[in-house]
């Protein structure tokens, strides 16, 4: 008996070749839109996110700001290097007080009242007692004008040697300018006695020149607002960034608001997100 051997000739393997070439084809004109799709809607939640966990992260800052604080230098027209500074509190509370005239440390039998009269080295908290630790600075009444200006220094003073529980010990050679107390009419104290516990400054740096939006700490608390990399460390909070702006107003006598522009490009598309924040400036 003699064997046939059956297989596929040259013809019918080019033949199959081509029509699944065909197929493959058309079934790829249909899917490239959706897989593209999904590929853009990937990328713009992308940017997004950065946009918005940037803001997230300036807000949150801003709700600690130490009251009239807040200052901007730069054209800041989201093209140009702007900057945004602000001091944030790590703590606070109310101190004694004496009807605005305050003992010196030691001096009360009651408790240490602060004295707006002559340097005070210490002065009881009443309430509250906030953290704090030597080498901290505690500010009174800042509204960040002259003779009320603690990127000055004359609102401010630095923590010393903790000496109880309820007491912060301060290293002072004058007297804070303004006393933070509401009086009513007969000299009672009515409310207000507030200060501020703070350490470092913070700069947030617009550069869309460089696409970038940083953030400074660490660095000393100086005079005149510095820009192009003030000092201590430093954290890269979106890249790609091609607008980004800030401005800051006062609302009223007790508050301000800072707002945000920033956009996100890349490959060809962009993402912008406006947000605002509230500043509370009641010093």
Excluded at 229 to 235: H, K, M, N, Q
Aim: hydrophobic share 40%; net charge neutral; proline share 5%.
């Amino acid at each position: 008996m003699m064997n046939k051997n059956k297989g596929f000739t040259l013809v019918e393997m080019i033949v199959v070749i081509v029509i699944t070439g065909i197929i493959g084809g058309v079934v790829a004109m249909f899917i490239k839109a959706p897989v593209q799709g999904y590929v853009d809607s990937a990328r713009r939640a992308e940017l997004t996110d950065i946009a918005d966990t940037a803001f997230r992260r300036i807000a949150r800052d801003l709700r600690l700001a130490l009251p009239n604080s807040v200052r901007l230098r730069g054209t800041c027209d989201g093209t140009s290097t702007c900057y945004l500074e602000f001091i944030p509190t790590i703590g606070g509370g109310r101190y004694r007080s004496d009807a605005g005239v305050g003992t010196l440390c030691g001096g009360s039998a009651g408790g240490d009242a602060l004295s707006f009269t002559a340097a005070d080295t210490c002065f009881e908290v009443f309430g509250p007692m906030p953290t704090v630790a030597t080498g901290d600075q505690v500010v009174v009444y800042n509204t960040g004008q002259v003779g009320a200006d603690a990127y000055v220094g004359n609102n401010r003073r630095e923590v010393g040697t903790p000496v109880g529980a309820h007491t912060i010990p301060l290293i002072s050679t004058a007297a804070f300018p303004v006393d933070s107390c509401v009086t009513d009419l007969i000299g009672n104290v009515v409310g207000g006695c507030r200060f501020q516990v703070v350490q470092t400054p913070v700069t947030y740096e617009c550069n869309a020149t460089a696409g970038t939006l940083t953030r400074w700490q660490g660095y000393p608390i100086q005079a005149i607002q510095p820009v192009a990399s003030p000092g201590g460390t430093t954290a890269l909070l979106a890249s790609r960034v091609s607008f980004c702006t800030f401005t800051y107003g006062v609302v009223s006598q007790s508050s301000g608001m800072v707002t945000m522009r920033l956009t996100i490009t890349e490959q060809g598309e962009s993402v912008s997100l406006y947000n605002a924040a509230h500043v509370n400036n009641l010093p």
